[in-house]
């Protein structure tokens, strides 16, 4: 995603470093949570994948029972 944002879209990163990406991240998902506590009437769920359990998303989708979200790239080596 860096090389692709700094090949095509160069204009929008100002400090094009390794930390300059995390920092326009950062900023990006700032950004976006500011918007949906300034419009409470749009809607909008932040879900942490490595940290929120699947109830906390059931309530707005239909998941079934005992469902846990696949985990891709993991050691199964025990």
Known sequence: MLNRIFTYNS???TNKTDKGFIEFV????L?????????????FISYDI???????????IDIPKNYT?????VN???
Request: no cysteine.
């Open 76 to 78: 199964n080596k025990k």
């Open 26 to 29: 950062n900023k990006f998902y």
């Open 31 to 43: 950004e976006i949570e500011l918007y949906f506590k300034e419009n409470q009437n749009h809607k």
């Open 11 to 13: 204009e929008i990163i």
């Open 50 to 60: 490595n940290n929120d359990k699947v109830e906390k998303l059931k309530k707005y």
């Open 69 to 73: 979200l696949p985990k891709v790239n």
